[in-house]
C-alpha cells in the first residue's frame, strides 16, 4: 500500500562503541525508509533515568516517509538490531536507540505504538536536537512547538 509522504522525527541515541559513527550509519541506513533526512548535530548527554551508565550520544532526524507508522517502527527497530540493539532489560545500555517522536500530526495509541512519543516533551536530550532542525514543528496534543517545549523545560 502507498501513502502520501509523512514528515517525521526521530530521536536517535547510543552510549556503548562507537557513537558517532554509530548514529551517522544509523542515520544512513534510515534513509530507506525515510527521504530528505535532515541530522541535527550530535550532543553529549548524561544518563537520563536508566541508572549509572555510560553518557549518550543523542540526535535527531527529521524527514518524511510514505510507511505506515507501524511500519515505520518496525524499520527503525530492524536499523536497531543491525547496530546490535540488545535488551537485557528495560533501560539497559545500548548501541543504538531509535525512537519515533512524530509521524505528522498522527496522534496513535497502540499496543506497542504510541505517537507522539508519550515522554519526548520531558527530555532535553530529545528535544533539543530536534529544536534545531523542527523548532517550528508542532506537537499535535499540546499544539505547541518543539522550541516552546524546549523553553518550557528549561525554563526559558
Same mark, same amino acid.
Request: net charge positive; glycine share 10%; charged share 25%.
Given at each position: 500500500?502507498?501513502?502520501?509522504?509523512?514528515?517525521?522525527?526521530?530521536?536517535?541515541?547510543?552510549?556503548?562503541?562507537?557513537?558517532?559513527?554509530?548514529?551517522?550509519?544509523?542515520?544512513?541506513?534510515?534513509?530507506?525508509?525515510?527521504?530528505?533526512?535532515?541530522?541535527?548535530?550530535?550532543?553529549?548527554?548524561?544518563?537520563?533515568?536508566?541508572?549509572?551508565?555510560?553518557?549518550?550520544?543523542?540526535?535527531?532526524?527529521?524527514?518524511?516517509?510514505?510507511?505506515?507508522?507501524?511500519?515505520?517502527?518496525?524499520?527503525?527497530?530492524?536499523?536497531?538490531?543491525?547496530?546490535?540493539?540488545?535488551?537485557?532489560?528495560?533501560?539497559?545500555?545500548?548501541?543504538?536507540?531509535?525512537?519515533?517522536?512524530?509521524?505528522?500530526?498522527?496522534?496513535?495509541?497502540?499496543?506497542?505504538?504510541?505517537?507522539?512519543?508519550?515522554?519526548? !516533551?520531558? !527530555? !532535553?536530550?530529545?528535544?533539543?536536537?530536534?529544536?534545531?532542525?523542527?523548532?517550528?514543528?508542532?506537537?499535535?496534543?499540546?499544539?505547541?512547538?518543539?522550541?516552546?517545549?524546549?523553553?518550557?523545560?528549561?525554563?526559558?
Amino acid at each position: 500500500m502507498s501513502f502520501k509522504l509523512v514528515p517525521v522525527a526521530i530521536a536517535l541515541g547510543g552510549n556503548l562503541g562507537d557513537r558517532e559513527r554509530t548514529l551517522r550509519d544509523a542515520a544512513a541506513a534510515l534513509q530507506r525508509s525515510i527521504c530528505d533526512l535532515r541530522l541535527s548535530t550530535f550532543h553529549d548527554t548524561e544518563p537520563a533515568g536508566v541508572g549509572p551508565q555510560p553518557r549518550f550520544l543523542n540526535a535527531a532526524a527529521t524527514g518524511r516517509t510514505r510507511l505506515a507508522a507501524r511500519d515505520l517502527l518496525g524499520a527503525l527497530l530492524d536499523v536497531e538490531r543491525r547496530f546490535g540493539r540488545k535488551r537485557p532489560y528495560p533501560g539497559a545500555p545500548r548501541t543504538l536507540d531509535l525512537d519515533l517522536i512524530l509521524y505528522g500530526d498522527a496522534v496513535i495509541a497502540e499496543a506497542g505504538l504510541e505517537v507522539p512519543h508519550p515522554r519526548f !516533551r520531558e !527530555r !532535553r536530550f530529545v528535544l533539543a536536537p530536534l529544536a534545531e532542525i523542527a523548532g517550528d514543528w508542532r506537537d499535535p496534543v499540546t499544539g505547541r512547538t518543539v522550541g516552546e517545549l524546549l523553553r518550557l523545560l528549561v525554563g526559558g
